[in-house]
Nanobody, 126 residues
Framework: QVQLVESGGGLVQAGGSLRLSCAAS????????VGWFRQPPGKEREYVGG????????YYGDSVKGRFTISKDNAKNTVYLQMNSLKPDDTAVYYC???????????????????WGQGTQVTVSS
């Protein structure tokens, strides 16, 4: 199985940028679809975006399209989430997750991911 560790969260002003990392160990991330999710206080977990294992392409949630970019470094077994033009509404705990059996139409469903990191807090001040 794969273990995931997020890093890179912090406090940033609105309009600023952060880059989150999701470092994997135990198995190669190429074996998995990988998703980034976020959970604001008192709200449900929301799909931010991720990679689909079968075609290697990245996909994004509607609220972050054009501002966030997902990339990966296979040599480092790490996936990144570059967040630009941050807004106070982006404040949340950000998680990365992985699963090897997801089908394309279910990438946004957090319940279907088997492996999760511990999360990293992102706070955007106005």
């Amino acid at each position: 199985q794969v273990q995931l560790v997020e890093s890179g969260g912090g406090l940033v002003q609105a309009g600023g940028s952060l880059r989150l990392s999701c470092a994997a160990s135990g198995r190669s991330l190429r074996e998995y679809s990988v998703g980034w999710f976020r959970q604001p206080p008192g709200k449900e977990r929301e799909y931010v975006g991720g990679f689909f294992r079968n075609n290697g392409r990245e996909y994004y949630g509607d609220s972050v399209k054009g501002r966030f970019t997902i990339s990966k470094d296979n040599a480092k077994n790490t996936v990144y989430l570059q967040m630009n033009s941050l807004k106070p509404d982006d404040t949340a705990v950000y998680y990365c997750a992985a699963d090897s059996t997801l089908i394309f139409g279910r990438l946004r469903d957090a319940r279907l991911y088997d492996y999760w990191g511990q999360g990293t807090q992102v706070t955007v001040s106005s």
